[in-house]
């Protein structure tokens, strides 16, 4: 797990230690005050400031652990973008034609240290990718063995990202029709994603060929790039939805390559 905090800690962790330590604390001054003027129980009054300098100390501590953050640097930044853009993204996206599996009774389905590796390594999704270190995007070319290829490419600036679809076209009319066949197939980004965007016609510089391209933009946050948690959904999500609209470009007759 990475983390802008110098000790990675669930917050119902946080929560507890420092409830521990303010109830320390609070009881200590307590027993203090209730036996101060006391002579007989001086022992007690010393025994209690202790523990409460203790525990007051432990708050301060716990504070700072848990709640300052370290700096990250550009390197480090530039260096979990690469890791997103060759590792996480095209991991999530080799499922999008996902191997045949079997029904089996639920009991005797055990969960393996390499399944996951396993599942992988028997994808039917091929990937290429074309990127240059140090670039804030990446483009890839996903086939499935069932049938179909399509361009994408992921554009990540610290925490805004921008996924974009290339679909052969050749002229604006396509583009507008195309758009409009695929409106549902693209309808989670907006309605459960967040994201927005819009449909384009150009020639792109990667080929030289014209396409129809749909580019949709959605905010992160700023610490995007150290968040494993958020990085691993991002993927996730954008492959499942780029396996029904592949689906949908079949079902539509829509030609996703050259």
């Known amino acids: 797990m990475e983390s802008r905090n110098f000790i990675y800690a669930p917050g119902w962790v946080k929560v507890v230690a420092l409830s521990v330590l303010v109830f320390t604390l609070a009881s200590a001054i307590g027993v203090s005050l209730y036996f101060l003027g006391k002579e007989e129980k001086q022992d007690w009054i010393l025994v209690a400031m202790s523990l409460g300098q203790v525990a007051a100390s432990g708050i301060v501590i716990a504070i700072v652990v848990f709640f300052s953050e370290k700096d990250v640097n550009v390197i480090n930044l530039q260096r979990r973008a690469e890791r997103l853009f060759l590792e996480t993204f095209p ?122 391209s749909i580019h949709l933009t959605k905010d992160f946050g700023p610490d995007f790039l150290e968040n494993e948690r958020k990085k691993l959904f991002m993927s996730n999500d954008v492959a499942a939805t780029t396996r029904g609209i592949m689906k949908d470009c079949v079902k539509n007759g829509i030609s996703m390559s050259y």
């Not at 045949?100 to 009991?107: H, L, M, Q, S």
């Not at 240290?113 to 804030?136: E, F, M, W, Y």
């Open 91 to 212: 991991r999530a996206c080799l499922l999008i034609d996902f191997p045949e599996g079997e029904f089996k009774d639920w009991g005797n389905k055990k969960m393996r240290a390499n399944d996951i590796a396993q599942a992988l390594k028997n994808s039917k999704t091929s990937i290429k990718v074309n990127h240059i270190p140090g670039q804030i995007d990446a483009y890839y070319y996903i086939s499935r063995e069932s049938g179909g290829s399509i361009v994408m490419r992921l554009q990540v600036n610290v925490g805004e990202v921008v996924v974009s679809y290339y679909i052969p076209a050749k002229s604006e009319d396509d583009t507008h029709e195309i758009a409009r066949v695929l409106k549902w197939a693209f309808s989670r980004y907006y309605e459960v994603g967040g994201y927005v965007g819009g449909w384009y016609f150009s020639k792109e510089d990667f080929d030289g060929l014209t396409y129809a």
